[in-house]
C-alpha cells in the first residue's frame, strides 16, 4: 500500500504493459467518443447529456489521478513543484478546458460568447494521450521536425511567389487583392483547387499548371519521411516489447 499511488501511476499512463492500464486506456478512449458524439448533432438530445455527465466525471477523475501522481510524471522536478506546476503542462490544460464548458455554473458564462462547444472539441486532443499510435507519430514528428520545417519554409515560399507572380500577372476579378492569390496559390500548391478562384489568361493557366505539378513534389516531401520514420519507430517499439 505505500506504493499505492505508483501502482495508479503504472495504470494511467499509457504505453504500460499492464492489462489493467489497457483498459484504463480504452474506456478512457471509450468516454472520450461518447462524450464528442454530440458535436455532430445541432439539435439537442436527453441522451446527449447523460454521455456529457457520465465522460465528465470520468474526465474529472482522471484528472485528479493524474494531478496526485504528478510527481512520478515529472520526475525531474521536486515533489511538490511537480504538484505546482502540472495544471499548466499543455495536456493538463487541454484536460481542464474539455471539463470546464461542462460545469453548470461556468457553462451558462461560455454559452453567452457560443465557446462552450469549442471547448468540449478540445476532447478530441484527449485521443493523443491513450493512443500508443499516435504518441508514436508525434515521437516522429518531433524526431524529424527540422526536416518539416525546411519542408514548410519552402512550402510559404513558394506559395508567397507564386502569389505574387499570379497577383501581377491575372488583373481579372477573380484576384481583387493579394489575400485572394495567396487563397489561390494555397489550394493549388496542396493540389485541392477549389474552382472559385482561378486564371483567366493563358499565362495565369500555365503559371497554375506549374504550381500544381510542384505542389505534388513539395507535398510528397514530408510524406516520405515521416513514413520511413515512422515504420523505424514502429520496429524499434516491437523490438522493445520483444
Do not use: C
Not at 465528465?56 to 521536486?78: G, H, N, Q
Amino acid at each position: 500500500m505505500k506504493n499505492w499511488r505508483r501502482n495508479i501511476y503504472d495504470i494511467i499512463e499509457v504505453g504500460t504493459d499492464s492489462i489493467y492500464s489497457k483498459i484504463y486506456d480504452w474506456t478512457m478512449l471509450f468516454f472520450i467518443v461518447i462524450s464528442i458524439i454530440p458535436l455532430a448533432f445541432r439539435e439537442q438530445n436527453p441522451w446527449f447529456e447523460v454521455f456529457d455527465k457520465v465522460a465528465v466525471t470520468a474526465f474529472i477523475l482522471d484528472y485528479l489521478l493524474r494531478w496526485m501522481t504528478a510527481d512520478y510524471r515529472l520526475p525531474d522536478r521536486s515533489k511538490w513543484m511537480a504538484f505546482v506546476t502540472y495544471p499548466f503542462t499543455a495536456f493538463a490544460i487541454v484536460d481542464l478546458l474539455s471539463i470546464l464548458p461542462s460545469i453548470v455554473v461556468i457553462n451558462k458564462a461560455f454559452k453567452l460568447f457560443r465557446i462552450t462547444r469549442l471547448f468540449k472539441i478540445l476532447r478530441v486532443f484527449k485521443f493523443i494521450r491513450y493512443s500508443k499510435n499516435v504518441q508514436i507519430l508525434i515521437k516522429v514528428l518531433r524526431k524529424e521536425r527540422h526536416i518539416l520545417l525546411t519542408v514548410l519554409g519552402i512550402a510559404v515560399f513558394y506559395i508567397i511567389v507564386t502569389a505574387l507572380i499570379m497577383f501581377n500577372v491575372e488583373e481579372s476579378v477573380m484576384f481583387e487583392d493579394f489575400f485572394d492569390a495567396l487563397y489561390w496559390a494555397t489550394t493549388t500548391l496542396t493540389t485541392v483547387g477549389y474552382g472559385d478562384i482561378y486564371p483567366a489568361t493563358d499565362l495565369g493557366r500555365f503559371i497554375s499548371m506549374l504550381s500544381a505539378i510542384l505542389g505534388v513534389a513539395i507535398i510528397a516531401l514530408p510524406s516520405g519521411v515521416i513514413t520511413a520514420s515512422y515504420l523505424d519507430e514502429l520496429r524499434e517499439s516491437k523490438k522493445q516489447e520483444d
